[in-house]
Every structure is written in C-alpha cells, then in structure tokens.
Nanobody, 125 residues
Framework: QVQLVESGGGLVQAGGSLRLSCAASGSAFSPAAMGWFRQAPGKEREFVAAITWIGDRTYYEDSVKGRFTISRDGAKNAVYLQMNSLKPEDTAVYYC??????????????????WGQGTQLTVSS
C-alpha cells in the first residue's frame, strides 16, 4: 500500500510564501507523476501543478504560473510546492496526488490513483 503524507499548510498573509511537502511512504513506489490539487468551499477540486518522474516535465494551472513552483526528489518519492506572492483566492485545502502510470492528462483527477488527506492553506488580506 502507498500512503501520501502532506505537511506545510497554515495561515499566511497576502504576498507571503509557503512551501508544501508530500512524500510517499509504506512501500516501494515508482510514480509516473505527482501533483497538487486544491479545493475551496463550494467549488470543485481543481488542478494546480504536476511533475513527471521521467523527463522532469512540469505543468501549471494558469492562475499560479509565475508564482508557484513544483519540484521533486526522486530518491524520497517526494514532491514540493513552493508558493510565492500568495493571494486570498489561493485559500483552499491542498491535496497531494500520485499517478502510478503514465496518462498524459496531468490536469485530470482521474489520472491519479493515490491521494493525500489534504492540508489547509489560508491566505489573509
């Protein structure tokens, strides 16, 4: 079994920065990609960013381009999300996700078969 453990959420002032971390644990795991999604109250869970394990390709939702950076540590099966210039509209529960095989549809929730429990980010004005 694979478990995803998230950390790094919290309360941040607008314009501030925060770094989210997620690591797979419990068994040997070779993900095709890992990514981050977020869900605000009353809204659907939306894609934020993803990174592939082969090729190190990154993908971002338009609203976070230039502000967020996704990175990985293959040896630790870990993924990180550095969030800069945070805005109140970034407030959401952030979920780490892992896909065990290649799909080419990294924006889609259906491409991921493992999910973390979520970590709350609140950005105050």
């Amino acid at each position: 079994q694979v478990q995803l453990v998230e950390s790094g959420g919290g309360l941040v002032q607008a314009g501030g920065s925060l770094r989210l971390s997620c690591a797979a644990s419990g068994s040997a795991f070779s993900p095709a990609a890992m990514g981050w999604f977020r869900q605000a109250p009353g809204k659907e869970r939306e894609f934020v960013a993803a990174i592939t394990w082969i090729g190190d390709r990154t993908y971002y939702e338009d609203s976070v381009k230039g502000r967020f950076t996704i990175s990985r540590d293959g040896a630790k099966n870990a993924v990180y999300l550095q969030m800069n210039s945070l805005k109140p509209e970034d407030t959401a529960v952030y979920y780490c996700a892992a896909g065990s095989y290649y799909s080419g549809r990294y924006y889609s929730r259906s491409s991921y078969d493992y999910w973390g429990q979520g970590t709350q980010l609140t950005v105050s004005s």
